[in-house]
């Protein structure tokens, strides 16, 4: 099993990286070989910082993982993606802790519902958090790098996904998501205009054979 957290390595928010401190210590427990999928000095790609980890992944199995984040549904996940499921999606509902919640889950205290929240509880957007894929899977159906900044690859990822690999397995662990100030976008609905536009020619592609073409266009040479 290998996996690979995306992370944008500009050192400007100490939060994030006190999340991903934190998630790492839970990863390094595991076993599993941990990958920071690192991008400096450019413009954000969940993409394109997977794609820079992925040559070093030793496993046929991955597991994307965002960096401010845990389930401890991911080991059945694996094992689920282990018996035949193409995919797999370790958590049911995400978990945004306060910054005060956040501050006492950093000090050591295990995350638990009853703590102060961001925003209540919400069924996790398929495609964001954590997943759990064979590696062939990830690369026929890759993230699509023409996503830029913050917004909507996650969610064309995960349709790109069911429309050419079938539904995903689902499971129902919380997952716990530290807090840290939000990123630039649009609104909290969109990234981007052109990230709006890409999103919806992902949502438009109702069959495989127009998901394909529409990743293979992402391949072509810019």
Known sequence: MSVIIPWAADGTCQHRGEALGWALQRWDATGHQVLLGWLEGETWCKARAVAQALPDATGDVLIVADA???????????????????WAIPHGKVHRLSEPATRRVLAGEAPAVRMPHAQAPY??????????????LYEQ????????????EDES??????????????????????????????????????????????????????MRALLDEARQPA
């Open 68 to 86: 401010d984040c845990w389930s401890d549904g991911v080991e059945q996940a694996l094992a689920t993606v282990a018996d035949g499921a193409p």
């Open 123 to 136: 069924p996790g957007t398929p495609g964001g958090g954590m997943v759990v894929l064979r590696r062939e």
């Open 141 to 152: 159906v890759p993230l699509d790098p023409r996503f830029a900044g913050w917004g909507q």
């Open 157 to 210: 990822w995960a349709l790109a996904l069911q429309r050419l690999a079938g539904r995903p397995w689902r499971g129902r662990a919380p997952l716990w998501h530290l807090w840290h100030p939000p990123q630039d976008r649009m609104s909290r609905r969109w990234g981007s205009p052109e990230g709006r536009a890409l999103a919806l020619r992902y949502r438009r592609a109702r069959t495989p054979a127009a």
